[in-house]
């Protein structure tokens, strides 16, 4: 039988809040248990990867650590990407982001990479990758892009949904070839301005352009979604992407026996 896969996923933070109830002081990290129930659901084990940065840190443990322990590593979804990391300022204070989450998974994105591991994003996940590698996001669609559909409404959540627009002849595309709804849903108010270089698109918004997958075109094994495939259930009524988790673990699975 063969070994079950090591998962990776970035964590969350709540930094202190005198307002809560529990740990009022303290910085928690988490993951959200969907993601880590949808990584198990493809048979994989996910490994929760805390940030070794912070106030308390001590410094014997860094991200090649996991990177050589781990067979791939998901970033899910979460707190705005911080302007700075892109080179600019915050157009709104409500849109600051969380600047030390982005140096800690921009950090664990490069340590995958050069260890020849896959990357998988998620909302988030697909901006901070977009980031990572050199590419800029509009910091608010609405107020940036006016003309764009509405990709998150708070009310309904992760029951705001839209269509989907597939490039013909990307890797998406044949992953997705067989689905019968192009239905997703959509959870975020930032999106990528300027696609990073050495990335192609592989989905769009019908209705605004606005991009929805990318990937990696060289030799690493780097590819992500706008939405949340793990919000994705058939009485739904939306899209059957569980070939992007099988194609992102076969990577894994290629990497584990090499």
Known sequence: MKPR????????FFYPDPARAAFAPKTLQYIEQSVAHWVMAG???????????????????DVHEYSSWLDGLVLH?????????????????????DRQRDAYEIALVRAFVKAGKPVFGICRG?????????????????TQRPDA?????GVAYDNNFHTLRIVPDSRLGALLAGATTDKINSIHHQGIKDLAPGFVAEAHCPDDGM???IR??????VAAVQWHPEFHAPELGTLDDSALRDDFFAAARAGQAA
């Open 5 to 12: 896969l090591k998962i990776g996923i970035s964590a969350c």
């Open 43 to 61: 048979g994989a084990v996910p490994v929760m990867v805390p940030s070794p940065f912070g106030d308390t840190a001590r410094g014997e443990v």
């Open 77 to 97: 979804g979460g707190a705005d990407v911080w302007p700075g990391s892109y080179g600019e300022t915050p157009l709104d204070a409500r849109w600051h982001g």
């Open 126 to 142: 697909l901006q901070l990758i977009n980031v990572a590698f050199g590419g800029t996001l509009y910091q608010d669609i609405p």
């Open 149 to 153: 559909l509405v990709h998150r409404d």
């Open 211 to 213: 991009i929805e997958a």
């Open 216 to 221: 990696h075109t060289g030799a690493a094994y």
